[in-house]
């Protein structure tokens, strides 16, 4: 039980001290709305067309919401050695490492589901098949959120972490079929796609959604959890040999 008191009050001080600020909000959830607008508006389609643009808009969300909890919290707590204080607490280093991200998941989900509320006033979101809209957003959440923890510990200040997430999400938004299906990218870059998370998510929300997937949905939820497994593992082995050892 003290493990569960000791997970909940690291969340639930993160949640107080990071995750509801105005610079994460407006950079996690209004500048991807904002991006997505202008492409909506760009691209001349028409209202009842926006559905088609909700599997990107909400990957966009959470993509961005999480990655940039995690280059705050996790970055500045190791520069103002509030980290090492956390070490100290009665509780498993995974779990506490758990507990360091799950704010950054819940965040990710509430991001997710801002521009559906939106998109639900003006299109029918009826023929949405939810079962598999839900798991998504929660894996692509899960995956994002170990993604900017596997970049939060391999830099030492906040603005590194938010510019080398950079480097993965703009490409990632191109590459893993979001707004452009992957059939049509070159054919030097398709093996690239399919080495991004957020690719096999993507396949899932378009399915969900509109019924686009290239792949089974058991499959996409498989290798979004192997690539969380993965991610998680090493940001663990690699805060271990950086700040701990």
């Known amino acids: 039980m003290k493990y569960w008191i000791a997970f ?4 639930a001080k993160d949640m107080r001290t990071y995750y509801l600020k105005p ?42 919401g999480t990655t940039s909890m995690l280059a705050v919290t996790v970055t500045f707590e190791k520069k103002n050695r509030s980290f090492e ?27 997710a589901f801002v521009p559906v509320v939106i998109a ?14 839900v798991p998504a957003v929660i894996m692509i959440a899960v995956a994002s959120t170990f993604l900017g923890l596997f970049i ?11 510019t080398f997430s950079n480097f993965f999400r703009f490409p990632m938004i191109f590459l893993c079929g979001l707004f452009f299906p992957i059939e049509k990218l070159p054919v030097f870059l398709k093996p690239l796609s399919y080495a991004l998370p957020l690719t096999y998510g993507a396949d899932m929300l378009h399915g969900a959604v509109h019924g686009g997937h290239t792949m089974p949905f058991a499959l996409d939820l498989a290798l979004l959890t192997a690539f969380c497994v993965f991610l998680f593992v090493a940001s663990l082995w690699n805060i271990k040999r950086r700040w701990i050892s």
Not at 8 to 11: E, G, P, R, S
Not at 33 to 53: H, R, V
Not at 120 to 133: E, Q
């Open 8 to 11: 909940w009050n690291i969340l």
């Open 23 to 64: 610079p994460n909000v407006s950079w996690g959830l209004i500048f991807p709305l904002a991006w997505t607008t202008m492409f909506f508006i760009k691209s001349g389609a028409g209202l009842e067309s926006i559905i088609t643009l909700i599997p990107g808009v909400v990957a966009v969300s959470i993509l961005f």
């Open 85 to 111: 204080r956390l070490l100290l607490a009665p509780i498993p280093f995974e779990l506490l490492m758990l507990a360091k991200t799950s704010g950054a998941i819940l965040f990710g989900v509430a991001n």
């Open 120 to 133: 639900a006033f003006l299109a029918d979101l009826s023929a949405v098949a939810w079962r598999v809209f």
């Open 152 to 162: 939060a510990v391999a830099v030492s200040e906040v603005f590194e972490a938010q």
